[in-house]
Structure formats: C-alpha cells, structure tokens
C-alpha cells in the first residue's frame, strides 16, 4: 500500500499529516464532536457552506448546489479516513478537482490578505463534518 | 419548480454542444423581462446619464467625419492603442480622450461618471457581435489575461475555467453557474442595486474564492477582459445587461 507522508505549515508550526492510501486515518484533533456541529459546519455560510456544491436529502436547507455529487450516501461508500482527506484536501485523491482544499496553506496563490496563512476550516469543524459525514447512509 | 425543469432541460440540451450562450438564457424570466424592456430597465437610467454627458463633453468630436458614429465601436474592445501603447477597454478609451481633447482629469473607475458614459458608448453597441483583435500587440495581453482565467488562485484554489468552462449549467447553492461572458457589462446587478463595471463583476468573483481582487482598471483585469471577449466572440452586446 502506498504511504505517502507530507508536511503542512499552518500557523507557523509544522503539522505533519499522513495520507495512508486514499485515506487519512488519524483524526486532527483528539477533542469530541458531536455530529450536529458537523451538520452547521456543512450548512453555515459563515461555516464550511457545503451545501454550495453538494446536496443531502435528509437536510432541510433550500438551493443545495450540485457541483459536487450528492453525498446522501456517502457514510456507506466511504470510510472516515477517506472522508477526512477529501475534505482536507481532496487534490491528493482528483489533482484537478474542483472541491476547494479545506485544510491546507501551501502552494495557494493570490489569496486575499485577510486569509494568508488560514485555513479555511479548523481542525475541530473537519472532525465534526467527518462524524456527521459518516452517518449518512441513505440507500439509493 | 417549472423554471427549474426549464433550465435544467436548457442545461442538458446545450451542455455537450460547444457553443457560446449568453448569462442571459441563465437568468429567470422576470430578470429577463426588466433587461428587454428599455423602460423597466434600470440600467438604463446610467445610459440617459451618459447620452447627456456624451452630448456636453464628446459630441464635437463625435457628431461629423470618421469619429462621428460610434455604432458598434465597443464591440471591438478592448484594443490596443498605438498611441497610448497599452490595451485600452471603453473606460480607458474615454479617459484617454478626456485626457488628450478636452485636457480633463481622467474620471475615477466606477465613478458614476466614467460608468454613465461607458454604459452610454456600449449601448451604441447593442446587437453588435463581439468581434476583437488579438494579433499583433494585443497578442501578449491576450495570453496573459489567459493565464489569468485559467490559473487557480485563492484560499479555496479555483481557476475561472473551473466554474465557467467546465461546470457551467450546474447549481452553486442558488446559482446556476453561466459560461461567464463579458456582453451584459457594464451591467445593473440587482446585488448591487447599481450599475458596475465587468472588472467590479471580476473583483466579486475573485473574492468569491477568496483571492485578492485586482485593482479595477489594471492591466491584468484589462487583459482578462480580452481574453474574455475574445472567448465570447460572436455574442450579441446587451449593454445595458441586468443580473442577479
């Protein structure tokens, strides 16, 4: 299988994240969350606002985008691992993917000055989108 | 839900075909009804504007001879101009004339000034396929307002390709994506409640990916905006255009 290891600067200190096949197993962070802050983090537009390109059947929120597939099933086809790196950066899986890269700092350009050096989602709200994420399993 | 079959059946029937369609056949159509109607349409107020500053500032120039009717002149801009040795769109055009005929200071981008008369001199436009030079001297500021557009760039690593070229018809939260053409520009968004220039319409999609917005008027939202032309050639001018 392959291991692949990279580094991330965010704020300064080096994080390291490792990327085990197509997934990332470990979580960010060690802190609980409950899937409910998942569900505002997809939601919010001051948030993750997933909703802009992805849909959820079982979400009663109008105008949800389909730029993205609809993720209604998503727990039963994909792993937390797997879910974690998509939404971590999902160019490491699709190079020319269109899903912005949630929690990586480098090789961006002509980001706005009130972002440089952030990313855009915390530790915590990824771990919060991966549990609630994971309990979609809509059957098709 | 009928607008949304609509559209969607628009979507799927021009998705596959490489053609050119204007953001106009994306909008509802009450949008469309405001910008067909002269009277409804609130851009027009910019354009009257326009009519009675063109009349008091560059009607002695352009009432006689070889720059008298600037019918259809806006749908071959931007240019270059060999005086001036720079790429010129309709707002540096009038600056330049400002500054050259009538000694004037060049007017603010997006004053209400500079977008009555560019909104004024693009309506002489109107029904005008977009038809723009990219050879010679355009030709550098050509590729690089290519570049531009294809380059990812912001926090959330998105190129102007990735929405308008290769996603375009698809839903963005209540947004259906267009092919981003320049023709409705300047155009009365009804987020703004006001005319804006295309590269104010630039700056809203560059913040959108959380790039930072270039100045209006720079030289690379000057060459994005040929390469945008040249990517919409054929295209109907709708000056004065209204969008969401």
Not at chain 2, 25 to 53: C, H, I, K
Request: contains cysteine; hydrophobic residues 40%.
């Amino acid at each position: 299988m392959r291991l692949l290891v990279a580094t991330l600067l965010i704020a300064g200190c080096a994080v390291e994240y490792l990327v085990v096949g197509d997934g990332m197993p470990a979580p960010l962070t060690k802190d609980a969350v409950l899937a409910e802050s998942g569900r505002d983090v997809f939601v919010d537009r001051e948030q993750g606002h997933c909703v802009l390109c992805h849909a959820l059947e079982n979400l009663d929120v109008p105008f949800q985008g389909n730029v993205g597939p609809d993720l209604s099933d998503v727990g039963l086809r994909l792993t937390p691992a797997q879910i974690r790196l998509r939404i971590v950066d999902a160019s490491v899986v699709n190079p020319r993917t269109v899903m912005p890269p949630y929690y990586r700092t480098t090789d961006l350009h002509q980001v706005a000055e009130s972002h440089v050096g952030e990313t855009v989602l915390s530790a915590r709200q990824i771990e919060a989108l991966v549990v609630f994420l994971s309990l979609q399993r809509k059957k098709a | 839900m009928r607008a949304a079959c609509i559209a969607f059946l628009l979507w799927a029937s021009l998705a596959s075909a490489d053609e050119v369609i204007s953001g106009y056949e994306f909008l509802t159509p009450e949008t469309q009804a405001l910008q067909d109607d002269d009277f409804a349409n609130p851009g027009m107020l910019w354009v009257e504007e326009g009519g009675s500053l063109f009349a008091q500032q560059c009607a002695d120039c352009h009432t006689q001879g070889s720059n008298g009717n600037l019918e259809g002149v806006a749908a071959r801009y931007p240019a270059f101009d060999q005086d001036a040795q720079t790429l010129l769109n309709i707002e540096g055009r009038i600056n330049r004339c400002r500054e050259i005929h009538l000694q004037a200071e060049p007017l603010a981008y997006e004053s209400k000034a500079l977008l009555a008369l560019s909104a004024y001199v693009a309506n002489l436009s109107k029904g005008h396929a977009i038809d723009v030079d990219i050879d010679g001297a355009a030709q550098r500021y050509f590729t690089e307002g290519r570049d531009y557009f294809f380059r990812r760039k912001g926090q959330f690593n998105l190129a102007c390709s990735q929405c308008h070229d290769d996603h375009w018809g698809r839903m963005l939260r209540g947004d259906r994506i267009s092919q981003g053409h320049p023709n409705a520009f300047p155009g009365y968004r009804l987020e703004w409640q006001a005319m804006g220039s295309l590269h104010r319409r630039f700056q809203d999609c560059d913040a959108g990916i959380r790039a930072q917005p270039l100045a209006l008027g720079s030289r690379r939202y000057r060459s994005l905006e040929l390469y945008l032309a040249w990517r919409a050639r054929g295209l109907i001018i709708e000056v004065p255009g209204v969008r969401r």
